[in-house]
């Protein structure tokens, strides 16, 4: 079963509204959670970044959340616009000797005129 | 802010053809380099990750021989797909992490094509 899962799995809004997109992990112990933007055919972006003692961060009109101890994530999307459509993926990072890094599948969003 | 450059970003081949990804740190040293292949509207798959001057550790179901991954520095990793055929064609993105904490960068990515 996958230690991050994120929902939805594809949201379609209209440009100028809000959204708000879901994570929720099982990655323990837990080191650090990732948002990225990946536009079709590119490489992720970092939106946000956020440790254990963060629950919150901005960057421009995203904010993330963390709840450590619900293990739960959100990332909300203020004033949407259409260069925003893209796919957004959550990764969560173990705190073992690996690291390792845990994918959640992408929430798919649109937005449109 | 940190770079990664991946190149190319898009080959199209011949099968049995074999093709070389680059993948750079630009302004950082790279300890560790992680190669995915990603199909459409699908999520990142870990291929490998790759540690400088070791050899690297594949995932479950990825063929060694057939995806050769040399990290010979703190800057460069290459991916090369040998005697690629059609199946092997997909987006494929090399990722650097400093350390082993917050910082991990992302390649542009290369959609491969084999004919």
């Known amino acids: 079963k996958n230690q991050v899962e994120q929902s939805p799995q594809s949201l379609i809004i209209l440009e100028g509204k809000n959204c708000t997109l879901q994570?929720?992990?099982?990655?323990?112990?837990?080191?650090?959670l990732r948002w990225y933007k990946q536009d079709t055919g590119r490489g992720p972006v970092s939106l946000t970044i956020m440790t254990f003692s963060e629950n919150t961060k901005s960057n421009g009109r995203y904010t993330a959340t963390l709840d450590a101890d619900t293990k739960q994530s959100s990332l909300h999307i203020t004033a949407s616009q259409l260069s925003d459509s893209a796919s957004y993926i959550c990764?969560?990072?173990?705190?073992?000797?690996?690291?390792?890094?845990?994918f959640g599948k992408g929430t798919s969003l649109l937005v449109t005129p | 802010g940190a770079v990664v450059s991946q190149h190319p970003s898009r080959v199209i081949c011949k099968s049995g053809t074999s093709v070389k990804i680059e993948c750079r740190s630009l302004d950082f040293q790279a300890t560790t380099m992680f190669w995915y292949r990603q199909f459409p509207k699908q999520s990142l798959m870990l291929m490998a990750t790759s540690n400088e001057g070791s050899k690297a550790t594949y995932e479950q179901g990825v063929e060694k021989d057939k995806f050769l991954i040399n990290h010979a520095s703190l800057t460069l990793s290459t991916l090369t797909v040998t005697s690629a055929h059609p199946e092997d064609s997909s987006f494929y993105i090399c990722s650097a992490r400093v350390g082993r904490g917050e910082k991990l960068f992302f390649g542009s990515g290369t959609q491969l094509s084999v004919l």
């Open positions: 990764v969560v990072s173990a705190f073992n000797s690996g690291y390792a890094l845990n």
């Open positions: 994570c929720n992990y099982t990655v323990s112990p837990f080191s650090n």
